[in-house]
């Protein structure tokens, strides 16, 4: 099989072969941070397990009432979610009852993101979730990552250095190393590290380098290990616009050398980063920038007819992929009928698939999670309100309990808690954050927001509600990221709100229901495939949330309040929505079948 752009390739190949004598081509060498308000600060607490425990021993349902815990107060130095958790450092096991698929692949995801190492959103989850999901299923799995500085290496088990090679960049070749590891238990990941500054900096993204020809010269690096190494992967998979480049590269360069057996299958999980790219940027990993300039291949249309013309490592790597995939039905659906990619993808219509998204059911699972103060699941779900009350009082929101504990099962689930757990960007909707925050309190619920805006104005409109809310009873904003205080939260929670402008799958919407709360969500995107209206009297056997369809204010007033009358005047009803949202198999082990019948249908026999 050829690439879906094969009489594209054809022409630059020859190009390419006369140029690797010339040195263009491959060598054959071998944070915590809270807001910047002090009374924001001051949501701190101290941590919530004897640190006597042994969690090991607990049953996967048991421990649901509060004997054992420290409970948390907001006025303490640690906050509770930055403890050292009892057992944090076991890991994740693959399911051992997952049957095996008979025709087995080798497959290599390339990735600017994995879960927990390098995770700024979503991505890094469906890596994780998706290559453990193969992995159950006997296939044999790989992911390249950057070597970020930001990197905790006592994260990363069996870490080794592979080997040093060089590979290309802006007429130099940069000496790299590549290392491998074991992440999240079972995931093998090769790091890779070139000597310049690409990739320093405390952060994942926003180092002081320039993040488009970094990831340029990782993708080519990449394809540069395999063949140095001598590596034929089946599949390489690679994972939105940062990585781009490499279909272009493995078409037009590394498939005229040694790399003959891989097949591309480049996934987008969100259409509205495109990688703007300059002819001359391009060609500093190799390729001649310019032959990619026209509407056939990776010239952004909008800028056609401008000086310059601008390229778009979004549409290249659809075009030169043998299959792309978006992560929701509805979303694909959408892309193809709006946005200036749309005819691109009309286009190659008969290689574009709609994936949902899964969640890693063995990472997040409230019966076995190590961050709760209490475990739960759908048949005892006792737990749950020991969770909320743990986390009312650790962030000082108000609790109806006398004590600690007391009565918890009848007490510290009267108030209605709503969690929004997203980045604060505009596709999230932050209009209808804010005033999700408003009228919550206005019905007499909580809500905590937790999430960082990477605008700086954003940031400080935020720090503004912050500073207003965060020390009444009712409200906190804490602008942070926090895998365990995410866990937690989702445990805690009575409803998790999603009002996304746009949302291609979304991710907290199942993981809410994982943990028994119940999503309000807008209709858009992966939300629409995911979550059902309960008072949509044609979908009750699906039910499981409430949805509204605008942008506004009203439309969301209209969700919230049908979901706060719900949970106060059919209390019944609520908690047997509650045990069903948490055994809808929601999990990769539900979907990761569907890629690798994408990753079948194209790979080389």
């Known amino acids: 099989m050829e690439c879906c752009s094969c009489s594209i390739s054809s022409k630059c190949g020859y190009y390419y072969q006369h140029q690797y004598q010339y040195g263009l081509l491959p060598s054959k060498r071998l944070v915590f941070a809270a807001t910047t308000h002090n009374k924001a600060r001051r949501l701190q607490a101290k941590p919530h397990l004897s640190l006597k425990a042994d969690v090991q021993k607990q049953d996967r349902s048991e421990n649901s009432n509060s004997a054992g815990l420290v409970w948390p107060s907001p006025n303490d130095k640690i906050p509770f979610w930055k403890r050292q958790f009892p057992s944090s450092n076991i890991k994740p096991e693959l399911p051992a009852d997952t049957s095996k698929d008979s025709e087995l692949m080798h497959v290599v995801h390339v990735t600017a993101e994995i879960a ?16 453990r999901a193969c992995l159950s299923r006997g296939h044999n799995v790989d992911v390249m990552l950057p070597f970020y500085e930001c990197i905790d290496r006592k994260d990363i088990d069996n870490l080794v250095l592979l080997t040093t090679y060089d590979s290309y960049h802006d007429g130099k070749w940069i000496p790299t190393k590549a290392y491998s590891g074991k992440v999240s238990g079972s995931i093998s990941v090769i790091f890779i590290e070139p000597s310049n500054q690409f990739f320093k900096g405390p952060n994942v993204y926003g180092g002081s380098y320039d993040e488009l020809e970094a990831y340029l010269f990782f993708s080519r690096a990449c394809l540069e290990f395999l063949q140095v190494t001598e590596t034929q992967p089946d599949i390489i998979h690679v994972h939105e616009w940062q990585i781009g480049a490499l279909p272009l590269l493995y078409w037009d360069m590394y498939q005229y050398l040694s790399l003959k057996r891989p097949r591309i299958v480049f996934t987008i999980h969100n259409m509205e980063h495109y990688g703007d790219c300059r002819q001359e940027q391009l060609s500093k990993c190799g390729l001649d920038g310019s032959l990619y300039a026209s509407e056939e291949k990776a010239v952004d249309d909008r800028t056609i007819g401008h000086n310059p013309e601008r ?15 978006t992560v929701s039905p509805t979303y694909l659906t959408e892309t193809l ?4 990619l749309s005819s691109t993808l009309i286009r190659f219509r008969e290689k574009y698939y709609g994936i949902l998204n899964g969640i890693d059911a063995t990472m997040w699972d409230p019966a076995t999670d190590i961050f709760l103060p209490a475990k739960f699941n759908a048949e005892k779900p006792e737990g749950k309100k020991l969770c909320k009350e743990y986390v009312q009082r650790g962030l000082g929101l108000a609790s109806d309990s006398t004590s600690p504990g007391q009565n918890v099962s009848e007490t510290a689930d009267k108030v209605p808690l709503v969690i929004c757990i997203t980045r604060l960007v505009a596709q999230k909707g932050l209009h209808l954050i804010t005033h999700a925050i408003k009228r919550v309190e206005e019905l007499g619920g909580q809500m905590v927001v937790l999430g960082k805006a990477p605008d700086p104005r954003v940031q400080a409109e935020f720090e503004g509600l912050a500073e207003k809310y965060n020390e009444g009873p009712n409200i906190r904003i804490l602008l942070i990221y926090s895998e365990e205080l995410s866990h937690m939260l989702y445990a805690a929670a009575d409803m998790v709100l999603v009002p996304s402008i746009y949302e291609p799958c979304g991710l907290a919407q199942m993981l809410g229901m994982r943990y028994g709360a119940i999503p309000i969500v807008r209709k858009t995107g992966g939300l629409a495939d995911t979550v059902f209206d309960m008072d949509d009297q044609s979908n009750k056997e699906i039910s499981n949330g409430f949805v509204f369809d605008g942008i506004g204010e009203d439309a969301l007033n209209w969700a919230l309040d049908r979901a706060f009358s719900h949970y106060r005047e059919k209390p019944d009803e609520w908690n047997e929505v509650v045990r069903k949202v948490m055994k809808i198999d929601n999990s990769w082990n539900n979907t990761a079948g569907k890629y690798i019948d994408v990753y079948s249908s194209v790979r080389a026999r």
Request: glycine fraction near 20%.
């Open 311 to 325: 390229l778009s490592l979004l549409k290249g790597g659809i075009v030169y992929s043998n299959a792309v995939v």
């Open 116 to 131: 927990p190492i390098a995770k700024v959103g979503g991505l890094g989850d469906v890596v994780t979730g998706l290559a």
């Open 337 to 340: 009928c709006s946005g200036w």
